[in-house]
């Protein structure tokens, strides 16, 4: 578990802890918090809590707030009991809260950063294998009135290659999810790429500058966290270093990405194709290019690589 700053919180086995949003982690009622209530003396459930309303489920006498894709601004952390000692992040991440605000107020931030390593990086190589054989596509070509039963006999020019030889660069790919992502390619005897301030070797991988791995990569992976330095960092000038024929793939944060650029690549033909289980706003707005690209060169997915069940129980106890 990351942690921010400052002060130790209080023992959690006389701690009260509300933990707001969880319909977030538990829509299909199948998690178990035991192992949360064991930990706490008390443990208070919130559905559907918005920022708004956070003030008014978190009371005086909680120690712990844990918070699922929530966001808490300042005026919130303002506002919170002086009882409250500890705010978890019951995910990766911290753009969600403002940890200044906190850190001055003397609450400690944390999140769980390894819950969801083995999913995301799942998540990752589908993409990588859906496109390798243009795995939507050929649904389309077979679906409703516009069926093409020609589809069994030809590929009519779609992408359909080996991955082995083929080259992944994972942009600030030294993280957990980052070097599993890597793991599972070089199984599928894919060259890895990784692009670092650091110049210290990575296992498996070849360490060069962001220009050099957009230049030489098929697929290109976003794992950076989302910061005032990152934010829409990927934009026309990245993609006009990519090959034509490369694929980019987001499973971290939308913000990464300037969209309305990489709609303009999209449509251009630019680059291949987009993977995106994240994107800016989530849903995209309804006159988003996204959904008339998603029937062309962009798989749209609704943030799903850290929802398998076993997952999603594997962040509940590791809160």
Not at 202 to 217: D, H, K, P, Y
Not at 232 to 249: R, V, W
Request: net charge negative; aromatic share 4%; with cysteine.
């Amino acid at each position: 578990m990351s942690t921010t700053s400052t002060k130790s919180p209080t023992s959690t086995e006389e701690a009260v802890c509300s933990l707001l949003n969880t319909d977030k982690l538990n829509w299909d009622g199948s998690l178990s918090f035991e192992c949360m209530k064991r930990a706490v003396s008390s443990l208070e459930l919130h559905e559907k809590t918005s920022m708004a309303q956070a003030l008014d489920k978190i009371h005086e006498g909680v120690n712990i707030v844990v918070t699922k894709e929530m966001e808490m601004d300042a005026s919130v952390i303002r506002g919170l009991p002086n009882s409250v000692r500890l705010i978890c992040e019951a995910g990766t991440g911290f753009n969600n809260i403002d940890c200044d605000a906190a850190k001055t107020r003397g609450i400690t931030v944390c999140n769980v950063p390894e819950y969801s390593t083995e999913a995301v990086a799942t998540m990752v190589m589908t993409f990588v294998l859906s496109f390798s054989s243009s795995l939507m596509q050929q649904q389309q070509k077979l679906w409703g009135a516009t069926a093409d039963k020609r589809a069994w006999a030809t590929l009519e020019g779609l992408s359909h290659f080996e991955l082995s030889g083929k080259t992944i660069g994972l942009i600030g790919g030294r993280g957990l999810i980052g070097s599993k992502v890597s793991e599972m390619a070089r199984i599928f005897g894919m060259k890895v790429l990784v692009s670092s301030r650091s110049s210290k070797p990575c296992e498996g991988a070849t360490v060069v500058s962001l220009e050099e791995l957009l230049r030489q990569s098929d697929f290109v992976s976003i794992h950076c966290p989302l910061n005032e330095e990152t934010r829409k960092s990927i934009g026309e000038e990245q993609f006009a270093l990519m090959k034509p024929t490369s694929f980019l793939i987001n499973t971290a944060r939308g913000g990464i990405i300037n969209e309305s650029e990489l709609c303009d690549a999209l449509e251009k033909d630019e680059i291949a194709g987009a993977g995106l289980d994240v994107q800016e706003n989530e849903p995209p707005a309804p006159d988003s290019r996204l959904w008339q690209l998603a029937q062309k060169n962009a798989i749209l997915t609704p943030h799903i690589g850290w929802q398998r069940r076993e997952t999603r129980q594997r962040l509940v106890d590791s809160v």
